[in-house]
DNA sequence: ATAACGATTTGATAACTATCGAATTAATTG
DNA sequence: CAATTAATTCGATAGTTATCAAATCGTTAT
């Protein structure tokens, strides 16, 4: 991965609440075994402070730097990481780089 | 570590610029075995094109977030990476988290 | 001591960003 | 169909940031 694309991704997890939004897709993910549990925007929202235009907002963020997917359902929104691109951010900050 | 500090690495490390000027540092911290070599600024200036003042400023954002520290050395400035902080953030990100 | 050099500070500017409220779209439920 | 709900778009605003040129500061070399 160059340089640019890594700094594009440290910008989109450089705003606390985009990161927390990140973090709670990743473990409503993560948390899906064997259920394959879908995380809903909608409880995002409501756990975060921040109202619905500045979530939309966020995720549009998130998309754009290729963290996550997302996958309309009816009226909802679904959301899930892209594993293999945070684990390669993962390893590329990582020293012993492996 | 919680997520408004995380952020704010993250946010050090989000401008292209300035994550090469980190990379490099690292690189070099890196490559110092076993003449412990130093990473002077002066070098690193004439291989990124930005003038000084703002990689006096990008250092001193890198300084703040806490993934380096720096040194006076006569004239020169040297830089060093805080490598236990950057292997931490590298965990955090890692799904598999450990 | 004076010049040269590495680095920092200051002040300015253009660009970007997070957030909001209001309006809108699209889907579901009554 | 009407009302509700989830999400997006739009427009605005306050705050932040990257960068530069010019001036300054400290150290070293001549």
Redesign the pocket.
């Known amino acids: 991965m160059d340089t640019k694309k890594a700094a594009k991704i440290f ?1 989109a997890l ?2 606390p ?2 990161l927390e939004l990140y973090f709670k897709i990743a473990q409503m993910h993560e948390s899906s075994f064997p259920a394959d549990s879908e995380c ?3 409880d995002i ?1 409501s756990s975060l402070n ?12 998130l998309v754009n730097a290729d963290l996550i997917s ?1 996958e309309k359902k ?4 679904i959301c899930k990481v892209n594993e293999e691109l945070i684990e390669e951010v993962s390893k590329i900050l990582s020293l012993k780089q492996q």
Chains 1, 2 share one sequence.
């Open positions: 910008k450089s705003n609440n985009r809903f925007v909608t929202i921040i109202g619905a235009p500045t979530i939309s907002h966020h995720i549009k963020e997302t009816g009226k909802f929104l």
